[in-house]
């Protein structure tokens, strides 16, 4: 009777392929199990990373203690997408290695549970997945960008950055090329005892002042510090060869932000509507990017079973090795991709998609001089030409 019941599941599992087996289960049960510990994981990093930055907006005054929580659960929902497809490939790696290690598999594929099937319980997993991940990277990740933005424009009014600087530090701008010192901010938001020194251009600048205030442009992103009572210095220290100014008041210019960072981030928080359809090569790479992170679950996917090995007696550190390599290029090639889409270096119509694809054959066709499908027409094909 117990057999009868178990063909007769079969046969419903093949007619059915919703049905789900009990090794259906059992696999998608091990993936779960091993992915929520890893997100949870990955997560926790993650917090802590950001934590670490927020509390150093909050020590600068630029960022309210009430305002901490909400400005932290942004920046989670807006690097939630790019965080999914590692994890899941992760895991997917660790359940099929940890089948391998313990001849799980081998068992499976002794019942009558081959390949395919494991393609189909990783699919099926992969499902779900990849509609949280397209939610999080079609919706909840320009929501976030764009109120993390209006956060961002807010420390860059002058009187919040004023409230941001502290009196007694030292603040660095274009990777140290620029150092700035108040000695003291009185009631009134404006520095005393103001001292600047520029090391961009061949000869130093050194500026004194005893007044000064900081300026930003939201629409430019120029930055400006308006000084009043002050001398200015030109000239490499340790010569005497120097240009001496005394000023009642002086503008100084610190310059811009970078015009494609300052545009890549308008566009991140641009809703997915409107990027749909646009001709512009910077909108179709945006739409690309978000597009990527649920399409990258279904490729991984595809690309993790092949890369583990089914018995324990098999080498894997070949196998390791190529999903490490795999592993980084898939990652690494997708900032490539879309600068490369941007500048037009690709054409449209190809998009920025490509690259999932290219890793995908790449694995494949690393795999396929030891796969069991050409072993056997090999195997044909050397018998026939003997007989």
């Not at 081998?106 to 395919?116: R, V």
Request: glycine share 8%; hydrophobic share 45%.
């Amino acid at each position: 009777m117990g057999v009868f019941h178990t063909e007769q599941h079969q046969r419903q599992i093949e007619h059915n392929p919703i049905v789900l087996s009990v090794a259906d289960r059992y696999l998608l049960t091990e993936i779960t199990k091993i992915f929520s510990a890893i997100i949870l994981t990955l997560l926790m990093v993650m917090v802590s990373i950001l934590l670490l930055g927020t509390l150093e907006d909050v020590n600068l005054g630029a960022l309210s203690n009430t305002g901490v929580l909400r400005y932290l659960g942004l920046q989670i929902l807006r690097d939630t997408s790019s965080l999914l497809p590692p994890a899941f490939f992760i895991a997917a790696l660790v359940t099929l290695g940890r089948l391998a290690r313990d001849s799980e598999l081998i068992a499976f594929g002794a019942c009558g549970f081959g390949p395919i099937r494991l393609y189909r319980a990783f699919l099926l997993f992969a499902l779900p997945l990849s509609v949280i991940t397209g939610w999080f990277a079609l919706f909840g990740q320009p929501y976030a960008s764009l109120q993390l933005q209006i956060i961002e424009s807010a420390k860059g009014e002058p009187s919040t950055q004023v409230a941001g600087l502290r009196a007694g530090r030292f603040y660095q701008q274009d990777d140290g090329n620029i150092t700035f010192y108040a000695a003291s901010i009185d009631d009134q938001n404006r520095f005393q005892g103001v001292f600047i020194q520029d090391r961009r251009a061949e000869r130093p600048r050194l500026v004194i002042s005893e007044r000064g205030l900081y300026q930003r442009d939201a629409s430019s992103g120029e930055q400006r510090i308006l000084l009043e009572q002050g001398r200015r210095y030109d000239g490499i220290p340790g010569t005497a060869d120097y240009d001496f100014a005394e000023f009642d008041r002086y503008t100084y210019f610190l310059g811009p932000d970078r015009e494609l960072d300052i545009e890549r981030r308008r566009r991140a928080a641009r809703p997915t509507r409107e990027l749909i359809g646009s001709d512009s090569l910077l909108d179709r790479a945006e739409l690309g990017h978000r597009l990527s992170a649920p399409v990258a679950i279904y490729v991984l996917a595809l690309i993790a079973i092949p890369l583990t090995s089914l018995s324990p007696r098999q080498r894997g550190t070949g196998r390791m090795l190529l999903a490490f390599l795999a592993y980084f290029a898939f990652f690494n090639l997708q900032r490539l991709a879309e600068n490369w889409l941007e500048s037009g270096i690709t054409p449209a119509w190809m998009g920025m998609l490509w690259y999932q694809a290219a890793i995908l054959l790449m694995v494949y066709l690393s795999l396929a001089p030891g796969s069991f499908w050409l072993r056997q027409l090999r195997d044909r094909f050397w018998n026939r030409s003997w007989i």
